[in-house]
T-cell receptor, first 113, second 112 residues
Framework: KQEVTQIPAALSVPEGENLVLNCSFT??????LQWFRQDPGKGLTSLLL?????REQTSGRLNASLDKSSGRSTLYIAASQPGDSATYLC????????????FGTGTRLKVLA | NAGVTQTPKFRVLKTGQSMTLLCAQD?????MYWYRQDPGMGLRLIHY???????AKGEVPDGYNVSRLKKQNFLLGLESAAPSQTSVYFC???????????FGNGTRLTVT
């Protein structure tokens, strides 16, 4: 069964710290992987999309990496700010031709001022 | 450019009532999805569509039906609502399997 796991479920860090969020998935035959941010009571905002042929993607202070062989992706946030506080979710699409994403349960991040 | 729009934003139903949730996108996207989000369970795929006139079941399709008569609209129906269907429902769309997924702001449904 294709599954996506995110650990830890919650994380609290002081402002300015660099941090890493983890996403693990079963079945390395993925098509792509996408990281999202969700603020309380809101929809999901796309942060980064990594295709299976890529190793990493960067956007501003965010860097996402992909290691298919180990079934892992990490989201690196540099110089964290209180405004980064949100839930971060990863979603994985596999090459089974079904075009659907499976989501992890997310990591709830709190950056303390 | 409105993106993905969900209607309504909130709804309260009594057990056994029916309703339809509407998702509309103006980005000419081929693929559309309905998810539900419950505390501790993340987002789970209900149904999806890979083009106009097509629909397919996701992880938790029971109790729901969908239709994609027009490319820009994806409707989610509850024929006989149950308290277990109390959830936040999200619609999403994307142009192809290689492009980012875009989400609507959600519909909060309570079934009493």
């Amino acid at each position: 069964k294709q599954e996506v796991t995110q650990i830890p479920a919650a994380l609290s860090v002081p402002e300015g710290e660099n941090l890493v969020l983890n996403c693990s998935f079963t079945d390395s035959a993925i098509y792509n992987l996408q990281w999202f941010r969700q603020d309380p009571g809101k929809g999901l905002t796309s942060l980064l999309l990594i295709q299976s042929s890529q190793r990493e993607q960067t956007s501003g202070r965010l860097n996402a990496s992909l290691d298919k062989s180990s079934g892992r992706s990490t989201l690196y946030i540099a110089a964290s700010q209180p405004g980064d506080s949100a839930t971060y979710l990863c979603a994985v699409g596999w090459t089974s031709g079904t075009y659907k994403y499976i989501f992890g349960t997310g990591t709830r991040l709190k950056v303390l001022a | 450019n409105a993106g993905v729009t969900q209607t309504p934003k909130f709804r309260v139903l009594k057990t056994g009532q029916s309703m339809t949730l509407l998702c509309a996108q103006d980005m000419n996207h081929e693929y559309m999805y309905w998810y539900r989000q419950d505390p501790g369970m993340g987002l789970r795929l209900i149904h999806y569509s890979v083009g106009e006139g097509t629909t397919a079941k996701g992880e938790v399709p029971d109790g729901y039906n969908v239709s994609r008569l027009k490319k820009q609209n994806f409707l989610l129906g509850l024929e006989s609502a149950a308290p277990s269907q109390t959830s936040v429902y999200f619609c999403a769309s994307r142009f192809t399997g290689s492009t980012p997924l875009h989400f609507g702001n959600g519909t909060r449904l309570t079934v009493t």
